[in-house]
């Protein structure tokens, strides 16, 4: 990668990603194998005025070594001193940036188990800083910069070098790094697809209908939902970009009124198990039968991460003919992956994607159908072969997209 794509990916996070503001602080959680981009990020803050940027690294191969060695009994320690000191900076206003870049077969080949319990016990210490972050407390953005292990396994049949420096071409362009003027450009995809959720909202469909190979799925919407893409906005009206890249408009489905069966279109990594060519099947908003080709066991103990796991938190639409769908990739990586093709979450909902759910209860919430959990993960269900529809109160089917493509005009 050169310096100049560098500056431009670190400019774009700052300015569309995070909107730092003057005299804001940021936090960031960083992987050691992403130290050049961050180190450019926090040059581009502290050029911003930031006061403080404060920088909290971690090292894959650490999460490894603890699985090989550490006792079986000590997977739910927790330092509970790293949650704390997360939300405490988001209570006083600090912008939060996560980059990322595992190598997706991390723990390929380990007890599913252990995994699952390790992410249980992290989620349980994290859920009250990310419900804070997640639902407009303060701007958040997620990056996931290329690194050598993830690109190695999107491109095999290249050394760690190419295969590095090949991912980084891709990236660009997903990132829109590409053109002379990235902010710009990003400001307009975004003002597109503010376009696409303002005309969901104005809908408010009562249900979502799904067809395509595998896939027959109504997704019940609870009213007064709220289609939210692109950029959104704290509590205190600051515009942020949550996700860089994004194609997608997203809100909360109804998380006891799911029936039928979906296929994925894309393998899931988890926390590196992959989890491929994988079916659910819903009842009354749960799942109530599964299977997948590859990775049963750890989808398996997924779903019975807690008694909410098994429901779903979002619903989020994507065109296939998308700049990360025509790389014609499949990048193991969660956030390029869902952004290639429309998919659904299981576990918990946000509250920013319902009418005035940031000052509802939990009992508010759960009576509106906004489900609550431990795990939020995303997994694909889109392609060429999917159609979906809207289907009002009044029963009338307004066509959302016909063979992955948007059906509507804005």
Same mark, same amino acid.
């Given at each position: 990668?050169?310096?100049?794509?560098?500056?431009?990916?670190?400019?774009?996070?700052?300015?569309?990603?995070?909107?730092?503001?003057?005299?804001?602080?940021?936090?960031?959680?960083?992987?050691?194998?992403?130290?050049?981009?961050?180190?450019?990020?926090?040059?581009?803050?502290?050029?911003?005025?930031?006061?403080?940027?404060?920088?909290?690294?971690? =090292?894959?191969?650490? *999460?490894?070594?603890?699985?090989?060695?550490?006792?079986?009994?000590?997977?739910?320690?927790?330092?509970?001193?790293?949650?704390?000191? #997360?939300?405490?900076?988001?209570?006083?206003?600090?912008?939060?940036?996560?980059?990322?870049?595992?190598?997706?077969?991390?723990?390929?080949?380990?007890?599913?188990?252990? #995994?699952?319990?390790?992410?249980?016990?992290?989620?349980?210490?994290?859920?009250?800083?990310?419900?804070?972050?997640?639902?407009?407390?303060?701007?958040?953005?997620?990056?996931?910069?290329?690194?050598?292990?993830?690109?190695?396994? #999107?491109?095999?049949?290249?050394?760690?070098?190419?295969?590095?420096?090949?991912?980084?071409?891709?990236?660009?362009?997903?990132?829109?790094?590409?053109?002379?003027?990235?902010?710009?450009?990003?400001?307009?995809?975004?003002?597109?697809?503010?376009?696409?959720?303002?005309?969901?909202?104005?809908?408010?469909?009562?249900?979502?209908?799904?067809?395509?190979?595998?896939?027959?799925?109504?997704?019940?919407?609870?009213?007064?939902?709220?289609? *939210?893409?692109?950029?959104?906005?704290?509590?205190?009206?600051?515009?942020?970009?949550?996700?860089?890249?994004?194609?997608?408009?997203?809100?909360?489905?109804?998380?006891?009124?799911?029936?039928?069966?979906?296929?994925?279109?894309?393998?899931?990594?988890?926390?590196?198990?992959?989890?491929?060519?994988?079916?659910?099947?819903?009842? *009354?908003?749960?799942?109530?039968?599964?299977?997948?080709?590859?990775?049963?066991?750890?989808?398996?103990?997924?779903?019975?991460?807690?008694?909410?796991?098994?429901?779903?938190?979002?619903?989020?639409?994507?065109?296939?003919? %998308?700049?990360?769908?025509?790389?014609?990739?499949?990048?193991?990586?969660?956030?390029? =992956?869902?952004?290639?093709?429309?998919?659904?979450?299981?576990? %918990?909902?946000?509250? #920013?994607?319902?009418?005035?759910?940031?000052?509802?209860?939990?009992?508010?919430?759960?009576?509106?159908?906004?489900?609550?959990?431990?795990?939020?993960?995303?997994?694909?269900?889109?392609?060429?072969?999917?159609?979906?529809?809207?289907?009002?109160?009044?029963?009338?089917?307004?066509?959302?997209?016909?063979?992955?493509?948007?059906?509507?005009?804005?």
């Amino acid at each position: 990668m050169n310096k100049n794509m560098l500056e431009k990916y670190a400019e774009v996070i700052a300015k569309v990603g995070l909107n730092l503001q003057e005299g804001q602080r940021l936090f960031i959680a960083a992987g050691l194998n992403t130290a050049p981009l961050v180190r450019e990020v926090t040059a581009k803050a502290y050029e911003n005025g930031a006061p403080l940027v404060t920088v909290f690294w971690d =090292d894959e191969e650490l *999460k490894k070594i603890r699985h090989q060695y550490a006792p079986r009994d000590s997977f739910e320690e927790f330092p509970e001193w790293v949650a704390r000191g #997360i939300l405490e900076n988001a209570e006083r206003g600090d912008a939060y940036l996560s980059v990322t870049g595992l190598d997706p077969d991390l723990l390929a080949g380990f007890d599913p188990e252990l #995994i699952a319990l390790e992410l249980k016990t992290r989620a349980k210490h994290y859920k009250p800083a990310l419900n804070l972050i997640s639902n407009g407390g303060v701007q958040w953005t997620v990056v996931c910069p290329p690194t050598p292990k993830w690109a190695e396994k #999107i491109f095999p049949d290249l050394s760690e070098e190419e295969a590095e420096e090949k991912l980084w071409g891709v990236m660009e362009k997903l990132c829109r790094l590409d053109y002379d003027d990235p902010v710009t450009a990003w400001q307009q995809h975004l003002s597109d697809l503010s376009k696409r959720h303002d005309y969901l909202n104005k809908m408010q469909f009562e249900t979502l209908h799904f067809r395509g190979p595998g896939t027959d799925l109504k997704v019940g919407m609870p009213k007064y939902h709220v289609w *939210k893409g692109g950029s959104g906005k704290t509590q205190g009206g600051v515009d942020f970009t949550a996700n860089l890249p994004t194609e997608e408009v997203f809100s909360v489905p109804h998380k006891d009124r799911v029936e039928g069966t979906v296929h994925s279109t894309k393998p899931l990594n988890y926390f590196g198990n992959l989890i491929e060519d994988f079916s659910l099947t819903f009842e *009354k908003g749960r799942v109530v039968d599964f299977s997948a080709k590859k990775g049963e066991e750890t989808l398996r103990k997924m779903l019975e991460s807690d008694e909410n796991a098994k429901q779903l938190g979002e619903v989020a639409l994507v065109p296939y003919y %998308s700049p990360i769908s025509e790389s014609g990739l499949i990048f193991f990586n969660t956030l390029y =992956d869902e952004n290639a093709a429309c998919h659904l979450a299981l576990g %918990s909902a946000y509250r #920013i994607n319902i009418k005035d759910g940031v000052k509802m209860s939990d009992e508010e919430l759960d009576a509106a159908g906004v489900n609550d959990s431990l795990i939020h993960v995303d997994f694909m269900i889109g392609s060429d072969k999917v159609d979906i529809d809207g289907i009002t109160p009044d029963g009338s089917v307004i066509p959302l997209m016909k063979k992955g493509a948007w059906a509507f005009e804005v």
